[in-house]
């Protein structure tokens, strides 16, 4: 534990500059709790709120309250209600524990006043707001957290290594399921099983597209029924630890002696040279450039363009292979905050005109944890609004169309002088 203890040290001190910046007293920090869906009496999965997570190293606790004024040891108002419809896990004797002044709450009525407490903030779920709402999740204050959490611990940067440890056995749990002709909804069993971790648990629903789906970034359904042919497969899919979330996306053909199969080793080639640059001062709107270059490199070596891979970036034609941005953040959530942001007042560095879904624009900081995923993909909606451009061989995109398209992503911690692949030396 002497990597959480330090972890709280420093959360402790980015919470006092943060609440001092601010002129705040003292922070409450609500964990959040399960909302019963429209006209129903169950809830959907509590997702705890990040912020609490940052400092309590548990997914599924809810209705609980942490207050922290600087100081003194945070106290947490720890719910474990008197309930013989769910089982109900005593965590006010865990390791993690010892570290705050934990106060067992066995009905809500015995939760402090917070209104007491002058000049405080709240950060949590505006469904539940005993504050007024200018001390609700303020702005300027969450900015400046939110700066705080881009530069990961030791502990943080272990429990994203630990979730990718769990993501690879189920990325070769599926990759085998693939090969064997199974199903999307078997692939995906597969994967779960592997992971040891239900789909709930997941840090994001998997995407697991065979085929044409492939080229549906988010594709969201998982087919139960066979394909008549196995030709490509694309996962992305994750786990958690701790809260801890993993991003990984691997593509595989199953001809592995075919020119889809080429394509997706060029991909992977050029997808450790983007890692390999994520150091400390890189500008990761340049790096995202970088990225389509080198895929239109890769699109001109596999004859699918017949332009330069600069005239390709300037035109425009390479968003139509590879439409989204490079990477993001990545921590307590798949993407994390402070994307687009480049100090701890909340200045805002917004992205390109011609590349806006880039999650990242900042300048890269040693120990932040991105993704880094670049892709190539056969998409039709896109492809249609290039018709008459003469730059792309249509001969080419016809043959590739049934394999949907290609991503390749590794987490990767940003290095003072190298960077350290989490999904590739895991």
């Given at each position: 534990m002497t990597d959480y203890k330090q972890h709280l040290a420093n959360l402790q001190t980015a919470t006092e500059a943060a609440l001092k910046a601010n002129d705040y007293d003292g922070l409450w920090i609500y964990s959040g709790h399960p909302e019963n869906y429209f006209l129903d009496d169950h809830a959907p999965p509590h997702q705890v709120n990040p912020h609490f997570?940052?400092?309590?190293?548990?997914?599924?606790?809810?209705?609980?309250?942490?207050?922290?004024?600087?100081?003194?040891?945070?106290?947490?108002?720890?719910?474990?209600?008197?309930?013989?419809?769910?089982?109900?896990?005593?965590?006010?004797?865990?390791?993690?524990?010892?570290?705050?002044?934990?106060?067992?709450?066995?009905?809500?009525?015995?939760?402090?006043?917070?209104?007491?407490?002058?000049?405080?903030?709240?950060?949590?779920?505006?469904?539940?707001?005993?504050?007024?709402?200018?001390?609700?999740?303020?702005?300027?204050?969450?900015?400046?957290?939110?700066?705080?959490r881009v530069q990961k611990t030791s502990y943080e940067i272990d429990c994203i290594q630990q979730a990718n440890q769990l993501a690879l056995k189920g990325h070769a749990a599926a990759a085998e399921a693939f090969y064997a002709g199974a199903s999307e909804y078997d692939i995906n069993a597969a994967y779960l099983q592997a992971c040891q971790q239900s789909q709930s648990q997941m840090p994001y629903g998997n995407i697991v597209a065979l085929n044409e789906n492939a080229a549906v970034l988010h594709y969201q359904y998982q087919a139960t029924d066979k394909p008549a042919n196995h030709r490509t497969f694309l996962i992305d899919a994750g786990a958690n630890y701790k809260g801890y979330a993993a991003d990984?996306?691997?593509?595989?053909?199953?001809?592995?002696?075919?020119?889809?199969?080429?394509?997706?080793?060029?991909?992977?080639?050029?997808?450790?040279?983007?890692?390999?640059?994520?150091?400390?001062?890189?500008?990761?709107?340049?790096?995202?450039?970088?990225?389509?270059?080198?895929?239109?490199?890769?699109?001109?070596?596999?004859?699918?363009?017949?332009?330069?891979?600069?005239?390709?970036?300037?035109?425009?034609?390479?968003?139509?292979?590879?439409?989204?941005?490079?990477?993001?953040?990545?921590?307590?959530?798949?993407?994390?905050?402070?994307?687009?942001?480049?100090?701890?007042?909340?200045?805002?560095?917004?992205?390109?005109?011609?590349?806006?879904?880039?999650?990242?624009?900042?300048?890269?900081?040693?120990?932040?944890?991105?993704?880094?995923?670049?892709?190539?993909?056969?998409?039709?909606?896109?492809?249609?609004?290039?018709r008459d451009n003469k730059h792309i061989n249509w001969d080419k995109v016809e043959q590739f169309l049934p394999y949907g398209g290609i991503r390749i992503e590794d987490n990767v911690v940003v290095g003072q002088n190298q960077s350290r692949n989490l999904t590739r030396s895991s």
């Open positions: 997570n940052w400092w309590i190293p548990e997914t599924d606790i809810s209705h609980s309250l942490l207050h922290i004024v600087p100081g003194q040891k945070p106290t947490l108002y720890l719910s474990q209600p008197a309930d013989f419809w769910h089982k109900i896990e005593d965590r006010s004797n865990a390791d993690w524990a010892r570290h705050f002044d934990v106060r067992v709450i066995h009905h809500q009525s015995e939760m402090p006043t917070v209104n007491d407490q002058l000049n405080h903030a709240w950060i949590g779920d505006r469904s539940w707001q005993p504050m007024a709402a200018e001390y609700t999740n303020p702005d300027k204050l969450l900015a400046h957290l939110h700066f705080s990984i996306t691997r593509t595989y053909a199953f001809d592995k002696n075919g020119e889809f199969n080429n394509m997706i080793a060029a991909m992977d080639r050029l997808q450790v040279e983007l890692c390999d640059a994520c150091v400390a001062g890189q500008d990761y709107v340049d790096l995202h450039q970088q990225a389509h270059i080198k895929i239109a490199e890769v699109l001109k070596q596999f004859n699918v363009i017949n332009c330069s891979p600069e005239v390709a970036l300037e035109s425009g034609l390479s968003a139509t292979f590879f439409p989204h941005g490079l990477g993001h953040y990545l921590g307590l959530q798949v993407h994390d905050v402070a994307g687009h942001q480049s100090n701890a007042d909340g200045t805002v560095k917004k992205p390109p005109e011609n590349h806006p879904f880039l999650r990242l624009t900042d300048v890269l900081r040693e120990n932040a944890v991105i993704t880094v995923e670049p892709g190539l993909y056969f998409i039709p909606m896109l492809l249609q609004q290039q």
